[in-house]
């Protein structure tokens, strides 16, 4: 954990005095409506279709027990005993008091959180690898950067009023787990041949009504220059991108509308000024903002412990959970370990006040008392003993918490759709409980292997699908809901954005219509080791459109004839 | 009604701001006093402008318009005002720090327009040291003087900031390793 020193726990405080002053007034009527919504929405704060809603920054998804208990006893005497982990890695409460908004910011950032810029027109929470400084195929651990950004995207006076939200993404392994392609900027660090440290930058990826994957704009930027790259990027977006339009104000569209050779020019060219001045990165202050990350005091243990690999053989259950939701480390003798925060009936990235405050204690007593948020809305321990692995199972699984189904088909990514959201056209929940209760079957689920599904409520994408190997979003047709299901999308160093695959289903039809795509996935595959996803990149969309048009076509022909007969 | 705040107290006002008509056409040059003009006067009547008996001069810039624009002919203006169309349009925080930090503009610079108390903190790091307050609508009760009085406070919202600035030209990083503020240890 990044632990803060005086000037980062100040700057949260006043944040805090600031806020409850602004609430104050518009309480008061001395605020506007108007006035007060950006303001709010700085902090977090909107207003939904039931009550507020709360989004509180979980930087870089990176987690700490104490604050993690913060979380579950806000959840309790704030709001209705529970909270949603978002695709952001944040946290979401639905039901605060705007009146006790303060005071929750208050109890956050005594804990070392804050609401800042998780809403609005700004820069926000960035987003990194859920395995960043354990993954074995990691080159450049990307937390410190990560941080770096934090501090130089908070409170940043130049870049407050955007043409539109704006997020930024870093990955520092082999393989991206941080979306790097679908972010407005995404940062992939890595290292040259005399081991130094740099980036690789994209801008102009991004999901939402337009999906675009991100263009490279610099193949190696050398680590001191990240700042004040970045602030050459941000200027030209914030001077240049549109503002007549705002499903036209996104990065992504400004550097499509100018080519990336211009855009590429326009940032060189103000990066000219910026270059070398004061906000140039040194070694001190790197240094000084690595060492305030506590890190695991690890043991020196063998690479694979005896009684991890007897437990697998002996128990099954074990095994299955172990093959989905345990993952290498590069230390020798630990893992990393997700707990599913989507077990079936619950929504996804849910999780209730008891079960924060019981990860809270499992992260304590296996992972140094730290844990992850992952953009597949679950939780990460880290830093498992493989020797404990079977203990934290078991009491994983008295929580609810062992779902074993990491990667697989109802690991769903869901936004919380039109139960919650005042943008949503559709719901979501209901939509991956009906999948995911299609699906429960375990040796079904295993045999379909690995599987992306992700649920957008609406075009906005919060649940990512356009990257989801089946992507389901809620549209809105004449008043009514429905689901427009795409394939073909993933996330990834092979990152791809989804096709459509026709017209769209009521919301009964859409477990019917998934299960056709598995069922012709299944039929056509060369083997167990071909996923989903190659599957749909070998043939193309035809032979999926076939079975499940043509079925429906069939369907819809039986049912005429059966009402005829009757 | 607006009220100026300069140099983070309420001040008097001696210009006149000139503005475009409805139709496009621009406005007529007064003989004498403190005028702001549109950057499209100035392009157009410079000389006249210069020409005045007597009063001061100054320009003003709208979001979509580049500094780069005035950047030759700062020494004909005794202030250069940038202009906030809305306060969500946050063009003008880039406009003034390229003002201050590339062009070295050192007279007034004000932020008019749709100007609020709660960007000020924002506005005055971005270098702007004068704010015509857009006060009509959230004055407390009405009082005007009042709500300009509480705006104040808005300056100090918060101590410290991680950014380079106009305000504090060193990031915090590197200010570290200089004197820490008062009651402050670094780490």
Excluded at chain 1, 259 to 268: G, I, L, M, S
Excluded at chain 2, 73 to 93: C, K, M, P, Q, W
Aim: net charge neutral; proline share 4%; charged share 25%.
């Amino acid at each position: 954990m990044y632990q803060y020193d005086q000037a980062d726990q100040r700057l949260v405080d006043e944040r805090v005095v600031q806020f409850r002053d602004q609430t104050r007034r518009f309480l008061a009527g001395e605020l506007s409506e108007d006035n007060f919504r950006p303001v709010r929405l700085q902090n977090g704060l909107y207003i939904q279709r039931l009550a507020p809603m709360l989004r509180v920054a979980i930087p870089y998804g990176l987690l700490g027990s104490r604050q993690l208990r913060a979380l579950a006893y806000i959840a309790c005497q704030w709001d209705r005993g529970y909270a949603h982990f978002s695709t952001r890695q944040n946290i979401q409460f639905n039901w605060p008091k705007l009146e006790d908004v303060p005071d929750i910011l208050a109890h956050l950032a005594s804990v070392q959180m804050h609401a800042i810029q998780t809403s609005g027109n700004c820069i926000r929470n960035t987003t990194t690898d859920q395995f960043a400084g354990i993954a074995p195929d990691e080159v450049v651990d990307p937390l410190a950067w990560c941080e770096l950004i934090r501090q130089w995207s908070t409170l940043h006076p130049e870049f407050a009023f955007l043409p539109r939200k704006f997020k930024i993404a870093v990955s520092g392994a082999a393989q991206d787990r941080a979306a790097v392609q679908v972010h407005d900027i995404g940062i992939q660090a890595q290292r040259d041949a005399s081991g130094e440290t740099g980036f690789r930058v994209l801008v102009g990826g991004g999901l939402g009504r337009t999906p675009i994957i991100g263009t490279m704009i610099r193949e190696f930027l050398p680590w001191p220059h990240l700042l004040t790259y970045l602030d050459a990027i941000l200027r030209v977006y914030n001077r240049h991108g549109r503002r007549d339009n705002k499903y036209k104000a996104r990065i992504k569209i400004l550097v499509r509308e100018l080519t990336p050779e211009v855009f590429r020019a326009q940032v060189n060219a103000e990066w000219a000024h910026l270059r070398d001045g004061p906000a140039t990165l040194t070694a001190a202050e790197v240094d000084r903002i690595t060492r305030r990350f506590t890190r695991p005091q690890y043991q020196n243990l063998d690479a694979l412990s005896v009684q991890y690999t007897q437990g697998l053989a002996r128990d099954r259950g074990f095994a299955n959970w172990a093959a989905r939701n345990v993952h290498a480390h590069k230390v020798p003798g630990y893992a990393a370990v997700t707990l599913s925060l989507k077990k079936t009936g619950v929504p996804p990235g849910d999780a209730t006040a008891e079960q924060m405050d019981a990860v809270a204690d499992l992260a304590d007593r296996y992972s140094f008392g730290e844990l992850r948020v992952s953009h597949e809305q679950n939780l990460i321990l880290a830093d498992v003993r493989q020797s404990d692995l079977r203990a934290l199972w078991q009491e994983a699984k008295a929580l609810g918490l062992a779902t074993p189904n990491i990667g697989l088909i109802t690991n769903i990514i869901a936004c919380p759709g039109g139960d919650f959201c005042s943008l949503a056209n559709a719901k979501s929940i209901p939509v991956a409980e009906a999948i995911q209760r299609r699906f429960d079957d375990l040796d079904y689920q295993h045999d379909i292997g690995e599987l992306d599904l992700n649920i957008s409520g609406c075009m906005n994408s919060c649940g990512h699908h356009h990257v989801g190997h089946i992507g389901i979003l809620g549209v809105d047709k004449q008043g009514a809901e429905f689901y427009q299901i795409s394939i073909g999308g993933a996330q990834g160093n092979a990152a791809s954005l989804g096709k459509v695959i026709g017209p769209s289903f009521a919301q009964d039809e859409v477990p019917d219509v998934i299960e056709e795509l598995i069922a012709t996935y299944l039929a056509r595959r060369d083997s167990e080791a071909e996923r989903f996803i190659d599957v749909v990149r070998r043939i193309g969309l035809e032979p999926f459109k076939a079975q499940v048009y043509g079925n429906a076509d069939q369907k819809r022909e039986d049912r005429r004839r059966q009402l005829a007969a009757a | 009604m607006a009220t100026l705040i300069k140099n983070a107290k309420i001040a008097d006002d001696s210009w006149q701001r000139l503005e475009r008509g409805t139709d496009g056409r621009l406005p007529t040059i007064p003989a004498a006093g403190d005028i702001i003009v549109p950057l499209m006067l100035w392009q157009a009547a410079a000389s006249v402008l210069l020409a005045r008996r007597s009063g001061r001069l100054g320009v003003c810039l709208d979001g979509a318009e580049d500094p780069a624009q005035v950047a030759d002919s700062l020494e004909a203006f005794s202030l250069i005002a940038v202009n906030f169309s809305h306060f969500t349009d946050g063009r003008g925080y880039s406009t003034a720090r390229l003002l201050r930090e590339r062009y070295r503009w050192k007279g007034e610079l004000r932020a008019i327009g749709d100007v609020q108390r709660d960007q000020l903190f924002y506005l005055s790091r971005c270098g702007f040291d004068a704010f015509l307050l857009n006060d009509g609508i959230d004055a407390p009760q009405g009082d005007l003087l009042r709500g300009a009085q509480a705006a104040l406070s808005a300056f100090g919202d918060f101590t410290e900031a991680y950014q380079t600035s106009v305000e504090r030209p060193l990031p915090l990083f590197r200010r570290r390793y200089l004197e820490p503020p008062d009651g402050m240890e670094w780490s």
